[in-house]
């Protein structure tokens, strides 16, 4: 079973629709999960971050976090071609050597049509 | 402004040859972490470093070395490169030891190894 996983799309959605891409992990005891978009040929960036269970919004972006489910979704509302783009989960698991350990899943990739 | 510098951005080289892709950062942060990426395997962590002279292996570190003799740089090094090390390389980083999923990437350094 992978650490992190994610479907690997693509997840196509119109302009103006609400785009949802989720993520599970397998580390029960992970505390803080993170999601990165990544346009094609560029670096990753960080675009959300939760730690609690619940919903936390930041402008068109809504990240949803359940831990007893162990999953994490990421809304993205009025989705623009702009958002078209690679999604990376990530989530913070903690080994034996004490420190937190970054896992990413493998993305989903979006397509949004005008 | 604030970035993560890495050098080369493209580099061809031959199997055995001995290289070294540096990384800098600018915004004095403790953690500094090298990944590589592949089509379908996602990022996989190669070394990482919480602090100045402490590094650690991540899960894919064969094949590769790393120093951290300031906290700005953080340099990888390919000892004798083999073609399985074609890759697309990140260097990233975070301000702190404790919120090490809130990463700053570098543009990224693609490598073939022939």
Redesign the interface.
């Known amino acids: 079973q992978k650490e992190v996983e994610q479907n690997s799309g693509p997840l196509s959605v119109p302009e103006g629709a609400i785009a949802s891409l989720n993520c599970t992990y397998s580390d029960r005891g992970s505390q803080s999960f993170f999601w990165y978009r990544q346009y094609s040929g560029k670096s990753p960036e960080l675009i959300m971050s939760i730690y609690s269970n619940g919903d936390k919004e930041d402008g068109r972006f809504t990240a949803q976090l359940n831990k007893a489910s162990q999953y994490v979704s990421l809304l993205i509302r009025d989705s623009q071609p702009s958002d078209s783009a690679t999604y990376l989960c990530a989530v913070n698991t903690l080994p034996n050597t004490g420190f937190q350990k970054l896992v990413f899943g493998t993305g989903t990739r979006l397509l949004v049509s005008p | 402004e604030a970035q993560v510098t890495q050098n080369p951005r493209y580099l061809i080289t031959v199997t055995g040859k001995k290289l070294t892709v540096t990384c800098s950062q600018n915004m004095n942060h403790e953690y500094m972490s090298w990944?590589r990426q592949d089509p379908?395997?996602?990022?996989?962590?190669i070394y990482y470093s919480?602090n100045v002279e402490v590094t650690?292996k991540?899960d894919v570190p064969e094949g590769y070395k790393v120093s951290r003799k300031e906290k700005r740089n953080f340099p990888l090094i390919l000892e004798s490169p083999s073609p399985n090390q074609t890759s697309l390389y990140?260097c990233a980083s975070s301000f702190s030891?404790?919120?090490?999923?809130?990463?700053?990437?570098?543009?990224?350094s693609r490598l073939t190894v022939l």
């Open positions: 990944y379908g395997l996602g990022l996989r962590q919480m650690d991540g990140f030891q404790v919120y090490t999923g809130e990463l700053f990437f570098g543009e990224g």
